[in-house]
């Protein structure tokens, strides 16, 4: 279909809360093949509609993300849509987080280790499944994008402040 252009912060509308997908019609299915394309070409493990410039609650992340032999498996990728996170338990630390709207960053992040997630599939089917470990990581991240919510909002002030500082200083030489 086509990659779609990944908005980067400071863009605002990356900031903003998504809005429930009522019909999954064939714009909705375009968008969610162009998602998993956009997010295999950058490459990514996960990628949230607002992060492509639509703000509704549809996510894309890679189906292979969590098993360790993932680099010799075909790209596949799984949609959800009007995710949530129903449960969650534990904690772990997400070492290295990164996003593709965040260039340039990385940072250690706390997380819920066990997460239960209610969403629709492509086809409006219901689901309701447990992940765990790095897929707990990436419902966790991509569903925050969806809630106006960016990685680096969860890390502490300092780096934060540090990071935003960075692309302040970026924008002002371009």
């Known amino acids: 279909m086509a990659i779609r252009k990944i908005l980067t912060y400071p863009e605002k509308?990356?900031?903003q809360p998504s809005v429930k997908?009522?019909?999954?019609?064939?714009?909705?299915k375009r968008l969610i093949i162009d998602m998993g394309?956009?997010?295999f070409d950058a490459p990514g493990v996960g990628l949230a509609s607002p992060q492509v410039g639509v703000n509704k609650r549809?996510?894309?992340?890679?189906?292979n993300a969590a098993k360790p032999d993932k680099d010799d498996l075909i790209q596949e990728f799984t949609a959800l849509i009007n995710p949530e996170i129903i449960?969650?338990?534990g904690s772990i630390i997400s070492e290295k987080e990164a996003c593709l709207s965040v260039v340039d960053f990385s940072s250690d992040v706390k997380r819920y280790e066990n997460v239960t997630v209610k969403a629709l599939d492509i086809e409006g089917n219901q689901l309701e499944f447990d992940a765990q470990g790095i897929l707990a990581i990436i419902m966790q991240h991509e569903i925050d994008h969806l809630d106006g919510i960016l990685f680096i909002d969860r890390v502490s002030v300092l780096k934060r402040t540090m990071y935003k500082k960075k692309i302040a200083k970026i924008q002002d030489n371009h």
Do not use: Q
Request: aromatic fraction near 4%; avoid cysteine; proline fraction near 0%.
């Open 87 to 89: 449960a969650a338990s």
């Open 37 to 39: 394309e956009t997010m």
């Open 58 to 63: 549809v996510i894309v992340y890679d189906s």
């Open 21 to 28: 997908v009522d019909t999954i019609d064939e714009n909705i």
């Open 13 to 15: 509308s990356l900031l």
